[in-house]
């Protein structure tokens, strides 16, 4: 099954920013790898995705994060909700991109 992402403001916001920095660009490439895995599978080994419990999404929706990248000082995270289909006739769940930083 694959998923439409959608981006709140923020996570839009941090995308801009890694796209036009120079300076970010392993970053960014490996953000829109990861953005890549979630479309088609959240739970690729990869992107490590777990529940992150002290973070509540839209309308109380649970958190995940999932990994950018992994074993590197200030690695990036993406948190992200989940939406199941609303109609067995819908072709994609719904996952909406909260925000895009690195791990303290």
């Known amino acids: 099954m694959s998923y439409e992402l ?4 923020e996570a839009n916001s941090q995308l801009d920013k890694h ?3 120079k300076s970010l660009k392993v970053q960014y490439k490996a ?14 080994p ?5 529940k992150f419990s002290s973070l509540k999404g839209p309308e109380g929706c649970e958190v ?7 074993n590197t000082s ?8 989940y939406y199941p289909k609303k109609k067995k006739t819908d072709l994609k769940g ?6 895009i930083t690195p791990y303290p």
Do not use: C, M
Not at 6 to 9: R, S, V, W
Not at 74 to 81: E, H, L, T
């Open 46 to 50: 990869s992107l490590n995705t777990h």
């Open 64 to 70: 995940f994060e999932a990994y950018a990248q992994n």
């Open 94 to 99: 719904l996952i909406t991109i909260i925000s």
């Open 74 to 81: 200030g690695a990036w995270r993406i948190f992200w909700s």
């Open 31 to 44: 953000v829109i790898k990861s953005l890549r895995y979630l479309e088609e599978n959240p739970q690729h």
């Open 6 to 9: 959608l981006f709140t403001d």
């Open 19 to 21: 796209e036009t920095s």
